[in-house]
Each structure stands twice: as structure tokens, then as C-alpha cells.
């Protein structure tokens, strides 16, 4: 199994950012895919995740309402759009892929994308 971030970058307070993970290697649809970030003063945490067949999607509070997660199951392709980003966003993304239904703690995903940083300048 593959994945494979994109999208990163340097934005400003309010501006918005997609990042995009194609994941390949898996041939049953009943997987969960999800965003995770972390930075060097905080451990490794669940952003969304979602459920590549049914579109199941869990959010963290903190994102909730600003960050939408999605994907295009034809180009085997997940998203996450983030709108209204502030500093406190600012984090190595990291996309990650686990056999079976939702889950959001990073300790249930066995595989990982190399990370994707995202700054948010104030």
C-alpha cells in the first residue's frame, strides 16, 4: 500500500489551503482514510477521517466546520479543503490508511504518507 501527500504550503491567516492523497495498493473498498497532523511540541492527532465507501467522516473540534474532508473514488484520490486556516493549524499533514471501518486515533492506521507541512503565517 502507497500513499502519497500534496498540497502543502505557506498561507496566510484566513486564507485556505487542499491537500490531496492518492493512496494505491488496497483492492477492497472497505477501508478508512484519514488526515492526521502533528507538530514538534504536540503528538501525532487525528484531523478527519473518512470511510472510503460509505463517506462515513469524523471531524476533530478543533477543525470542525472549517475543514472538509472528501474524495474521489475514481481517481483513488482523498482531499481535505482547509478554509479560514490560522496559526494554530500550522502542522505536518500527514495522510494515512487503515483495513476496515472508521477510526480516528493515529495508532489504528498502519499506513502513512511521508507528510505534507503546512505554515500559517499570522
Known amino acids: 500500500v502507497q500513499v502519497v501527500e500534496s498540497g502543502g504550503g505557506l498561507v496566510q491567516t484566513g486564507e485556505s489551503l487542499k491537500l490531496s492523497c492518492v493512496i494505491s495498493?488496497?483492492?477492497?473498498?472497505?477501508?478508512?482514510m484519514g488526515w492526521f497532523r502533528q507538530t514538534t511540541s504536540k503528538e501525532r492527532e487525528g484531523v478527519s477521517v473518512?470511510?472510503?465507501?460509505?463517506?462515513?467522516?469524523w471531524y476533530a473540534s478543533s477543525v470542525k466546520g472549517r475543514f472538509t474532508i472528501s474524495r474521489d473514488i475514481a481517481k483513488s484520490t482523498l482531499y481535505l479543503q482547509m478554509d479560514n486556516l490560522n496559526p494554530e493549524d500550522s502542522a505536518v499533514y500527514y495522510c494515512?490508511?487503515?483495513?476496515?471501518?472508521?477510526?480516528?486515533?493515529?495508532?489504528?492506521?498502519?499506513?502513512w504518507g511521508q507528510g505534507t507541512q503546512v505554515t500559517v503565517d499570522s
Open positions: 473518512i470511510h472510503w465507501r460509505g463517506g462515513t467522516t
Open positions: 494515512a490508511a487503515r483495513l476496515g471501518g472508521l477510526r480516528s486515533g493515529p495508532e489504528d492506521f498502519p499506513y
Open positions: 495498493g488496497l483492492t477492497d473498498d472497505h477501508y478508512t
